[in-house]
C-alpha cells in the first residue's frame, strides 16, 4: 500500500503538470520576476589595452588623411592645368590668375572631406576657381585697369570677354569657350540650368554687338555692361 505523503503528494499534482517539478529545482531555476530586467555583463578594459586602442585608431585616422592627401595631391596634379587656364580667361593675366587657382585650391584641400565623389574631380575643383575668379573680376570691374576693354584698337573675343560682368562672362567661357554642356557649367557656377542659359545667351548677344562696334566703350559705361 502507498504511504499517505505519497497519495497526497499525487493528489496536489493531479491535473497541473507544471507543479509536478520538486521545490529543489525551482529554487535552481526560479521564475523570472516581471518587470525586472537583467543587467549585462560588465567587461573591464585594462588601462594597457586602452591605450593600445587608442594608439591603433590615431594610426587609423593618419592613414586615412595620409590616404585624403594623396587623392587631393592627385586631383591638384591632374586639374591645375585646366583651372589655371581658366582663371587666365577669366581675369586676362598669369599672376592674378595664379593667385586665384592657388587660393582655391587651399580652399579645396580644407573642405576635401565633404567631396562626395557625385561631381567629376574636374567640376568640383572648376566651382572653387570659378568662385575665387569672379569675386576677383566683381573687385576689379569697371576699372580703368581692367584687361581688354581700355584698348580701343582690340576687337578680337577675347578682349570682349573682359568687358562682360564676371558671371556672364564665365557662363561663356564655360560653355561656348571650353565647350562644356549647360549642366556641367551651372554645377560649375552653383546656378540652376535657366540661370546659365540665360547669362551665356546674353554674353554672347553683347559680345557680337560690341565686335560690330565702330567704337569700343571703357569699362564701367553703358556699353561695357555686357
Not at 581675369?91 to 587657382?101: E, F, K, R, S
Amino acid at each position: 500500500m502507498q504511504s499517505t505523503e505519497d497519495a497526497m503528494t499525487k493528489t496536489r499534482t493531479k491535473g497541473h503538470p507544471e507543479q509536478k517539478h520538486s521545490l529543489a529545482d525551482q529554487r535552481r531555476h526560479p521564475e523570472p520576476v516581471e518587470g525586472r530586467r537583467s543587467r549585462p555583463a560588465t567587461h573591464f578594459t585594462s588601462p594597457a589595452a586602452a591605450v593600445e586602442r587608442a594608439r591603433n585608431m590615431l594610426d587609423i585616422e593618419r592613414t586615412l588623411d595620409q590616404v585624403s592627401d594623396s587623392l587631393f595631391d592627385a586631383i591638384v596634379a591632374n586639374e591645375v592645368g585646366p583651372a589655371t587656364s581658366l582663371a587666365i580667361r577669366m581675369l586676362g593675366d598669369y599672376p592674378t590668375a595664379t593667385a586665384v587657382v592657388h587660393s582655391a585650391f587651399e580652399r579645396a584641400r580644407s573642405e576635401f572631406s565633404s567631396y562626395d565623389g557625385s561631381d567629376s574631380p574636374r567640376s568640383w575643383i572648376f566651382g572653387y576657381v570659378a568662385e575665387e575668379a569672379v569675386n576677383r573680376s566683381t573687385q576689379d570691374f569697371g576699372r580703368a585697369s581692367s584687361p581688354g576693354c581700355e584698348d580701343a584698337t582690340q576687337s578680337d573675343t577675347e578682349s570682349a570677354l573682359h568687358c562682360l560682368k564676371p558671371e556672364r562672362r564665365l557662363a561663356v567661357i564655360l560653355t561656348d569657350v571650353l565647350g562644356m554642356t549647360d549642366e556641367a557649367a551651372a554645377k560649375i557656377c552653383r546656378v540652376d540650368l535657366t540661370t546659365i542659359r540665360q547669362q551665356a545667351a546674353t554674353a554672347r548677344s553683347w559680345i557680337a554687338r560690341h565686335l560690330s562696334m565702330p567704337e569700343r566703350h571703357a569699362p564701367g559705361t553703358d556699353g561695357a555692361m555686357g
